[in-house]
């Protein structure tokens, strides 16, 4: 894993924490947390948080 991945994974875990803290407060529903997901997803790719995600999908690493 490179230093890039790295703090890729770390940047989708914590943008992800604040998504699941909103998500526990009533804040987003499960769609609306689905979709930060996914773009969180898109924008991050992260390397380990892609096979962890709930509503993952295959997103083709730019290689």
């Known amino acids: 894993m490179t230093q890039e991945e790295l703090r890729n994974d770390m940047r989708y875990q914590a943008a992800l924490s604040v998504a699941k803290t909103m998500l526990e407060k009533g804040?987003?529903?499960?769609?609306?947390?689905?979709?930060?997901?996914?773009?969180?997803?898109?924008?991050?790719?992260?390397?380990?948080?892609?096979?962890l995600s709930e509503n993952a999908c295959f997103i083709p690493r730019l290689e």
Do not use: F, M
């Open 27 to 51: 804040l987003i529903n499960k769609e609306e947390y689905a979709e930060i997901d996914t773009t969180l997803l898109q924008k991050y790719r992260p390397y380990l948080g892609s096979l």
